[in-house]
């Protein structure tokens, strides 16, 4: 298997090393593509991710050769979880994945049609302003942690900023590090709008966790679960054991 791939599983993981014990690094959703850059022996390869230019090791008996997705026609789904249909077979698919050439009822992967009955809208269609990415975000409430995750079913901090922006047409990279340095900085939390995302250190001065900053001084971020608390000029205060949490290092617009 070589050239551009994708899968058509839920969810298909990444890993740090070509073994299934290996760090999950992060997951590639439904129809999202990427280039074969390395292979080790008959079950493994390397991918280069489209989206994000993000590395890891994937089975690949989970994916299929596909052709380059032409990135302004292909719809994102807003769909926490929602089946999508295959002749007579069912998968679940979750919010971020991708359906090229949707027309609103069928998308093609391949010689592949999919039937799907939920809401999507193509790259850039809904308002990148900060009252759509709060209520995007809203809607993962209590989703798990997962470390390398990026689904309701487990995601980690970053994972959460970046499929959440996707949905409004803002494409940020995977990791919080990352992240961070891209956009516009903004200097006081007081200047901070919804939309904006912070981003955290604890012990090190390194970068480590990233939220998305809600009104009112609030921040809904993953951590342990996808979950709102308060920010201030400090951090992140936990009103549930009482104590900071993350220390704010800085605030940057996307928007």
Known sequence: MK??????????????????????????????TAEVV????????KIR????????????????????????????SLELFHNIFCDDKSTWITMGAELPSFDGMTCMINDNQFRFSGQAVLK???PNN???IEKIARQWMNAPYLWGGRTPAGIDCSGFTQVVF???GIPIPRDSRDQADE????????SAQAGDLAFFSKESERISHVGIVL????IIHASGKVRIDTLDHYGIFNHDIQEYTHRLKIIKRYL
């Open 3 to 32: 050239g551009t791939v994708t899968t058509i599983l839920t969810v298909s993981q990444m890993r740090a090393k070509p073994e299934d014990t290996s760090e999950l690094v992060s997951q590639v959703l439904f129809g999202e």
């Open 38 to 45: 390395d292979k080790y022996k008959k079950d493994w390869i």
């Open 49 to 76: 991710m489209t989206y994000d230019g993000y590395e890891g090791w994937v089975d690949k008996k989970q994916f299929i050769s596909s052709g380059p997705a032409e990135a302004e026609n292909v719809s994102i």
């Open 124 to 126: 850039g269609q809904l």
């Open 130 to 132: 900060g009252m759509s």
């Open 166 to 168: 996707k949905c409004v």
């Open 183 to 190: 956009g516009a900085m903004i200097d006081f939390v007081a």
């Open 215 to 218: 009104p009112d001084r609030q």
